[in-house]
Nanobody, 123 residues
Framework: QVQLVESGGGLVQAGGSLRVSCAASGRTFESYAMGWFRQAPGKEREFVAS????????YYADSVKGRFTISRDNAKNTVYLQMSNLKPEDTAVYYC????????????????WGQGTQVTVSS
């Protein structure tokens, strides 16, 4: 079992930056691929970014490529999402998730989910 707790969300103006974090506890964090997903009101949950267990491979949705950076610190059992040049359409609840290697952008492959953190970008 893995417990995930997101933090760092908030309100930011368009063009600004924000970093959200996800702290993990429980089973061996470094054995899991980690992903960030988001869900805006009235929309389905969508893939944002993912990172392999070692941190050597990362994947991004086209909508955030070049603006968001995912990273992890296995010594701290934490995964981060650095968001820059934020746009109003980035407004959503951001969720982190843990899954086996190869989970990539496949939402259904992720086994553990956090409770989410709200990110609001004002225009």
């Amino acid at each position: 079992q893995v417990q995930l707790v997101e933090s760092g969300g908030g309100l930011v103006q368009a063009g600004g930056s924000l970093r959200v974090s996800c702290a993990a506890s429980g089973r061996t964090f470094e054995s899991y691929a980690m992903g960030w997903f988001r869900q805006a009101p009235g929309k389905e949950r969508e893939f944002v970014a993912s990172i392999s267990w070692s941190g050597s491979s990362t994947y991004y949705a086209d909508s955030v490529k070049g603006r968001f950076t995912i990273s992890r610190d296995n010594a701290k059992n934490t995964v981060y999402l650095q968001m820059s040049n934020l746009k109003p359409e980035d407004t959503a609840v951001y969720y982190c998730a843990a899954g086996p290697g190869g989970s990539y952008y496949y939402l259904h492959k992720y086994e553990y989910w956090g409770q989410g953190t709200q990110v609001t970008v004002s225009s």
